[in-house]
């Protein structure tokens, strides 16, 4: 890459303030996985430097007034010390425990992992990362502020935002201020008044609609499977609480209760080992679109649903979206049916896609291996660019549906910290 890193290579900080003399391991991203790695890699006594604002996705792509839909026992940040769990935080904060009834408000999570960063990870430099590139086996790294310095290895914790799936015969068809990506809002009032079709039927469209609906929007979901499901509330608080019976059929686990949810919780490295083909079935299998068992009642009897519709074309006419719905059957004997909307809100999720990491250089976007748009990861996390780690939903593909979640933090930062302190070159 001639990013004229190399020629002012003299004017380049070696190492860091930290660690003079060592080029330090650079964590990007300070959401769940970037904390949590950096509290791994810096147990393990690895000279790191960490870049972002700590939970800024939490914040700024995700809705206020927004619930988590895991339970607080599966919502904690992995630390390698005991202190740090979000429990810990509710106790420093004089608020009791909280069981598997209570759905965490975003603004709660957001006031955790600030509350982690500043006790666990001070060091936290709260800067953007410009870009990475490749120079002599080594990665060059600008920040936003113009610094340039030159580091052994690179861990990507960027998130899920820039793998927002914007479906662009969609985006194609209409201007920008007609459709956007749930990611995009923070602030659902500002649609007040106005007709929402909102496309999807996981989590993110019903409580988009629900907060829609709640703020004196008129929102409607158009989603292609049959029906909407909703979990169940759980029978008791804790775990330990149900009949033996119910625990020995349906074991709790941090991604829900059931053996396979077990399975996928805790065998990351397994889930690595199965053809590719079961590894991807499983990512879009386990976990599918469901609205968290508290969310039933603000969007039944409040929420028009439309079922099993697909979306057949979309346009813009009189500054409004027109969408042409496919109701039933398919192809050229298919009903339609014709909507209009002022808005069109796309709650249709993320796939990961490394070419979407604009801020790494082209050439090491083009080394790194990978399928179906994802790394190819060692079972350390490396990708096939020696020094080149990627976390959270980009290693999904690998580890398996883990990854997409808090849960998934500790599997990661511990293997990835111990396969970056052990500059291990496995093959991905
Ligand atoms: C609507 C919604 C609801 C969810 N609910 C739950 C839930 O209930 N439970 C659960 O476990 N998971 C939930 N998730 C998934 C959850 O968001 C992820 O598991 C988690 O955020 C992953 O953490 P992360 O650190 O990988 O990514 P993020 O939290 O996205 O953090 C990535 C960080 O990287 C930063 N970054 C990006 N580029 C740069 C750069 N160039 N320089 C510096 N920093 C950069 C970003 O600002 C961001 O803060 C939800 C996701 C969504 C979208």
Aim: charged fraction near 25%.
């Amino acid at each position: 890459m001639n990013t004229g890193f190399s020629v002012r290579h003299k004017a380049v900080r070696k190492g860091s303030a930290r660690s003079p003399g060592r080029l330090p391991a650079v964590v990007i991203g300070a959401g769940p996985y970037g904390l949590a790695t950096a509290a791994w890699l810096s147990a393990a006594g690895t000279p790191r430097r960490v870049f972002g604002e700590p939970m800024e996705c939490w914040y700024a792509n995700m809705p206020a007034g927004m619930y988590l839909k895991s339970v607080p026992a599966a919502s904690s940040i992995s630390a390698p010390e005991s202190g740090y769990r979000l429990e810990d935080f509710r106790t420093a904060r004089g608020r009791g425990p909280v069981g598997d009834r209570y759905p965490i408000p975003v603004e709660e999570m957001v006031d955790y992992g600030r509350w982690f960063q500043e006790r666990r990870l001070p060091e936290l430099e709260r800067e953007k990362v410009r870009s990475v590139g490749h120079v002599d086996g080594l990665f060059a790294v600008t920040l936003d502020s113009g610094e340039e310095f030159l580091a052994e290895k690179v861990v990507m914790a960027t998130g899920q935002v820039p793998f927002a799936h914007e479906p662009p015969e969609l985006t194609g068809a209409l201007p920008g201020e007609l459709v956007s990506h749930t990611s995009r809002h923070r602030d659902l009032s500002l649609f007040s008044g106005q007709r929402v079709a909102v496309l999807g039927a996981g989590q993110s469209a019903l409580e988009s609609a629900a907060l829609l609906h709640e703020a004196g929007a008129l929102p409607t979901v158009i989603a292609r499977a049959e029906s909407v499901a909703f979990g169940t509330p759980p029978d008791t608080d804790r775990p330990c609480d149900r009949p033996r019976a119910v625990r020995i059929a349906k074991p709790g686990s941090p991604l829900g209760p059931g053996w396979s949810l077990l399975a996928c919780s805790r065998g990351g490295g397994a889930v690595r080992r199965l053809p590719q083909g079961v590894r991807l079935r499983l990512l879009h299998d386990v976990l599918g679109p469901s609205g968290g068992w508290w969310l039933r009642q603000r969007v039944d009897d409040r929420v028009p649903v439309l079922c099993g519709c697909t979306v057949r074309s979309v346009g813009a006419e009189d500054g409004t979206v027109r969408l042409e719905v496919e109701v039933e059957g398919t192809g050229a004997g298919a009903r339609t049916k014709a909507l209009r909307a002022d808005h069109l809100l796309l709650a249709t999720g993320y796939r990961v896609d490394i070419d979407r990491l604009g801020l790494l250089a082209p050439e090491l976007r083009r080394e790194t291996r990978t399928f179906h748009g994802a790394p190819r990861l060692s079972a350390g996390f490396e990708s096939s660019v020696p020094g080149l780690y990627f976390t959270g939903l980009a290693a999904a593909p690998t580890f398996g549906p883990v990854l997409r979640f808090v849960a998934g933090t500790g599997f990661a930062a511990r293997r990835l910290a111990r396969s970056v302190a052990a500059g291990t070159r496995t093959r991905p």
